[in-house]
């Protein structure tokens, strides 16, 4: 069994970089599929849910060659990819849930398992299918896969999405830029991420209006041919940096963050006291008081990111004052507010609202991650917290954030990956 062991009390100071993004790295390698021949990516994370989507590609049947030390991912893709996706691959990442649109679009079929809810909610599928139904694929789904076919070409068609669904506006976006005519997704979400793989398919040759707003209008092209794209940087690990920083009262600079996708966060931390720099290459964020709490609401971007909710709770356990946390997208997000509680935080949950009442001090404890979010809550907790607390399950932490631990130890925390036999 492993867990982060962290000796809270540091304050962070120095540099860290961030990657490209996860939530958009993941979906570019999903949308090289739409061309036959070599996709290169740069700024790639050595994270494991690439891992995980490199295996699956190579299942498909391309050639994925990850290059850690130059940040590089090639992807060669056959003529006509194998179209399955299985349980084993896709119950570790959800994300495979991309491939749907893209190997439709590519080969007339796509069967891919039916993720389980992730330890954050139940996230329906349903805007993906109706989606893609509009567009001329009939969906089943069938002893545990979600099973899409088209008879002919797909074609383009109007789709209102009831709500600004990340995946589903992906899917959508990669299934119809090969189908024939023009396609509409409107009330569609407007992440960078999105907007970075807007990035990829135009220079791969589809042809897409509206980036980066709510409705996009897509004229289908034949074909698609392979490209180099450089991954957009991670806004939630810069922002989980900028609140450490808020937190331990320190001074950290994170090179390659973009302060333009993390505004209402960035604003946020001001409001609580931080003092926030916008560099050439990324941000500086100090903090010399302990910070004040702060509302958050969680929305669809440009709104408060939901992946950013646990480290706001973390900041305001220890702020001064209370503040009120809603969290919008996922309902069961609030399950790591009992870790916090073993930690001595005073949160109350009531329905998607959660009431936090700062404390002078947090108190160690052990306390187990349930999703990446929720660990990198924690382990913000414990860098501040009295004593010793041991974050368990620390896989989570490493499906989003490269050498954390690395760089939390360079920034001057007294953090350690540990073996912990069960029984001592
Ligand atoms: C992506 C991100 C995740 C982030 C989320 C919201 C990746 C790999 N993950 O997840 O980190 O927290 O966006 O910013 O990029 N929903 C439905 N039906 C659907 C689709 C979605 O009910 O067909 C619901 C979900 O249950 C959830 C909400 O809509 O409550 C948001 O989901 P969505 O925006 O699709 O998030 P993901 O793409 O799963």
Same mark, same amino acid.
């Given at each position: 069994?492993?867990?982060?062991?962290?000796?809270?009390?540091?304050?962070?100071?120095?540099?860290?970089?961030?990657?490209?993004?996860?939530?958009?790295?993941?979906?570019?390698?999903?949308?090289?599929?739409?061309?036959?021949?070599?996709?290169?990516?740069?700024?790639? =994370?050595?994270?494991?849910?690439?891992?995980?989507?490199?295996?699956?590609?190579?299942?498909?049947?391309?050639?994925?060659?990850?290059?850690?030390?130059?940040?590089?991912?090639?992807?060669?893709?056959?003529?006509?990819?194998?179209?399955?996706?299985?349980?084993?691959?896709?119950?570790?990442?959800?994300?495979?849930?991309?491939?749907?649109?893209?190997?439709?679009?590519?080969?007339?079929?796509?069967?891919?398992?039916?993720?389980?809810?992730?330890?954050?909610?139940?996230?329906?599928?349903?805007?993906?299918?109706?989606?893609?139904?509009?567009?001329?694929?009939?969906?089943?789904?069938?002893?545990?896969?979600?099973?899409?076919?088209?008879?002919?070409?797909?074609?383009?068609?109007?789709?209102?999405?009831?709500?600004?669904?990340?995946?589903?506006?992906?899917?959508?976006?990669?299934?119809?830029?090969?189908?024939?005519?023009?396609?509409?997704?409107?009330?569609?979400?407007?992440?960078?991420?999105?907007?970075?793989?807007?990035?990829?398919?135009?220079?791969?040759?589809?042809?897409?209006?509206?980036?980066?707003?709510?409705?996009?209008?897509?004229?289908?092209?034949?074909?698609?041919?392979?490209?180099?794209?450089?991954?957009?940087?991670?806004?939630?690990?810069?922002?989980?940096?900028?609140?450490?920083?808020?937190?331990?009262?320190?001074?950290?600079?994170?090179?390659?963050?973009?302060?333009?996708?993390?505004?209402?966060?960035?604003?946020?931390?001001?409001?609580?006291?931080?003092?926030?720099?916008?560099?050439?290459?990324?941000?500086?964020?100090?903090?010399?008081?302990? =910070?004040?709490?702060?509302?958050?609401?969680?929305?669809?971007?440009?709104?408060?990111?939901?992946?950013?909710?646990?480290?706001?709770?973390?900041?305001?356990?220890?702020?001064?004052?209370?503040?009120?946390?809603?969290?919008?997208?996922?309902?069961?997000?609030?399950?790591?507010?009992?870790?916090?509680?073993?930690?001595?935080?005073?949160?109350?949950?009531?329905?998607?609202?959660?009431?936090?009442?700062?404390?002078?001090?947090?108190?160690?404890?052990?306390?187990?991650?349930?999703?990446?979010?929720?660990?990198?809550?924690?382990?913000?907790?414990?860098?501040?917290?009295?004593?010793?607390?041991?974050?368990?399950?620390?896989?989570?932490?490493?499906?989003?954030?490269?050498?954390?631990?690395?760089?939390?130890?360079?920034?001057?925390?007294?953090?350690?990956?540990?073996?912990?036999?069960?029984?001592?």
């Amino acid at each position: 069994m492993e867990a982060f062991r962290i000796v809270g009390g540091a304050r962070l100071a120095g540099e860290v970089r961030v990657t490209g993004a996860k939530n958009s790295v993941l979906k570019l390698m999903a949308a090289a599929l739409l061309a036959e021949g070599t996709t290169v990516l740069h700024e790639v =994370p050595h994270i494991l849910d690439v891992e995980y989507m490199a295996e699956l590609l190579r299942r498909l049947g391309c050639v994925v060659v990850h290059d850690v030390p130059t940040r590089t991912v090639s992807i060669t893709v056959p003529e006509v990819p194998f179209h399955k996706a299985d349980y084993d691959l896709v119950r570790k990442l959800r994300a495979s849930i991309n491939v749907l649109g893209p190997l439709l679009a590519r080969c007339g079929e796509a069967d891919v398992a039916l993720p389980g809810g992730d330890a954050i909610g139940s996230r329906g599928l349903d805007m993906h299918v109706a989606g893609l139904e509009r567009l001329g694929a009939t969906v089943r789904s069938e002893h545990g896969f979600l099973i899409a076919t088209r008879a002919e070409r797909l074609h383009g068609a109007t789709v209102w999405l009831d709500f600004p669904s990340v995946g589903a506006t992906e899917n959508l976006l990669m299934a119809s830029v090969l189908a024939k005519g023009t396609t509409v997704i409107d009330n569609a979400a407007r992440e960078p991420e999105i907007v970075d793989v807007c990035g990829l398919l135009l220079s791969m040759g589809a042809q897409i209006d509206g980036v980066g707003t709510s409705t996009l209008e897509i004229e289908g092209v034949e074909s698609l041919a392979p490209a180099e794209h450089t991954t957009v940087p991670d806004r939630l690990v810069a922002g989980t940096w900028a609140v450490a920083a808020t937190m331990t009262r320190g001074d950290v600079t994170v090179r390659n963050a973009r302060a333009d996708h993390l505004e209402i966060a960035l604003d946020k931390l001001v409001r609580a006291g931080a003092l926030v720099d916008e560099l050439d290459d990324g941000i500086r964020v100090r903090c010399y008081d302990r =910070p004040r709490a702060v509302d958050v609401v969680t929305l669809p971007y440009p709104g408060f990111p939901t992946d950013l909710q646990p480290q706001f709770i973390a900041l305001n356990s220890i702020a001064r004052g209370a503040a009120m946390v809603t969290e919008n997208l996922f309902e069961a997000r609030f399950r790591f507010v009992n870790e916090m509680v073993r930690l001595g935080a005073d949160v109350r949950t009531d329905g998607h609202h959660a009431m936090v009442r700062g404390k002078q001090s947090l108190s160690g404890a052990p306390v187990e991650a349930a999703d990446i979010r929720a660990g990198a809550g924690l382990v913000l907790a414990g860098l501040v917290a009295d004593g010793v607390t041991m974050v368990f399950e620390p896989h989570h932490v490493d499906r989003g954030y490269e050498g954390f631990v690395a760089d939390l130890v360079r920034l001057g925390a007294d953090v350690a990956r540990v073996s912990v036999n069960e029984l001592a």
